[in-house]
């Protein structure tokens, strides 16, 4: 799976909040005022929460759902191009042996023939490693939309301003464990996840109950 680097765009503006708090402190109450800005927040009141990012996509039920389909499609695929590479293998095997019965012409279209079908050996593995690196990239980028969705309604229930994204080498450094919302996050979200997988069969067998009347 990808490197994850990136929920919310804000990993980086930690230490601009930070050395803004710092410069509020020795300033008159006047510019104090004016860092207020347009929307309202106060930033010497700013609440603050963040989240260790790899921990909540990994303990997401949806994600590690997908993953298991995405996996479970890579083996299957892995045993289907290992089946085409042991079927070419053994064709290659068989004109080695019977290739001092061949005329010279005979030969040569069958070598012409086994390098077309590596060719295409290849060309299908490729592609195979394709479609699957795009459904990670598909399922990343669901489960940072939905991510971000979520904290959203989390931001606003539990009063807060920001929630910044905690990843090892990103850009936050160090934070207050108390300020650590991770857990709180996961459950919360995988109970919403729970929610709407159950309204959504619900619905499901309610239609097939409807169609059998």
Not at 1 to 6: D, G, I
Not at 102 to 118: C, D, H, I, P, W
């Amino acid at each position: 799976m990808k490197k994850l680097s990136r929920v919310l765009g804000i990993l980086g503006i930690s230490a601009l909040i930070f050395t803004g708090c710092n410069q509020g402190e020795n300033t008159t109450q006047g510019a104090a005022q004016d860092n207020n800005g347009d929307n309202g927040v106060n930033m010497s009141n700013l609440k603050i929460a963040y989240i260790n990012t790899d921990s909540v996509i990994q303990n997401y039920d949806y994600f590690k759902e997908k993953s298991e389909e995405i996996s479970e499609k890579g083996k299957r695929y892995e045993s289907e191009l290992s089946n085409r590479a042991k079927g070419f293998e053994q064709e290659v095997s068989n004109f080695q042996q019977s290739a001092q019965n061949m005329t010279m012409n005979q030969a040569r279209a069958k070598e012409e023939e086994l390098m077309k079908k590596e060719r295409n050996l290849v060309s299908y593995r490729d592609n195979l490693m394709k479609e699957l690196s795009a459904d990670e990239n598909q399922l990343y980028n669901e489960v940072y939309d939905k991510i971000q969705v979520y904290l959203k309604e989390y931001a606003k229930e539990n009063d807060l301003e920001m929630i910044l994204s905690y990843t090892r080498g990103g850009g936050v450094w160090y934070a207050n464990e108390a300020l650590d919302v991770t857990q709180s996050v996961i459950e919360g979200i995988n109970e919403n996840y729970a929610s709407k997988e159950n309204k959504s069969s619900g619905e499901s067998t309610e239609k097939e109950e409807s169609k059998e009347k």
